[in-house]
């Protein structure tokens, strides 16, 4: 089993910046890709950035641009720096990481951005 922590949502003016962070601990050996998705209210969860273990990122369109995924291994940590943000931005964001055919999934932490 792999245990994720995310830290780092709050409440943040439109145009304002975050950064989120999220924590691997356990059987962490072999993790593979770490992501960040997102669920607004009343929509689907959608998949927001994501970085290989060799550091190839990608990124929704949406948040190209703004938005900066990156990873520590030797911490076992993914980082999300979000700029520029938008109320369209609000939502709760949730890590994902991929171990081999397991998907993990953090708790989630909140992101408000007013207008």
């Known amino acids: 089993q792999v245990q994720l922590v995310e830290s780092g949502g709050g409440l943040v003016q439109a ?3 975050l950064r989120l962070s999220c924590a691997a601990s356990g059987s962490i050996f072999g993790i593979g890709s770490m992501n ?3 669920q607004a209210p009343g929509k689907q969860r959608e998949l927001v950035a ?3 273990r060799g550091g ?3 990124y929704a369109d949406s948040v190209k641009g703004r938005f900066t995924i ?3 291994n030797a911490k076992n940590t993914v980082y999300l720096q979000m ?3 938008k109320p369209e ?3 709760v964001y949730y890590c994902n990481v991929i ?3 397991d998907r993990y999934w953090g708790q989630g932490t909140q992101v408000t951005v007013s207008s």
């Open 56 to 58: 190839s990122t990608n």
């Open 15 to 17: 145009g304002g910046s």
């Open 50 to 52: 994501t970085i290989t």
């Open 89 to 91: 931005d609000t939502g």
């Open 36 to 38: 960040w998705y997102r």
């Open 99 to 101: 171990r081999g055919f």
């Open 70 to 72: 990156s990873r520590d």
């Open 83 to 85: 700029n520029s943000l």
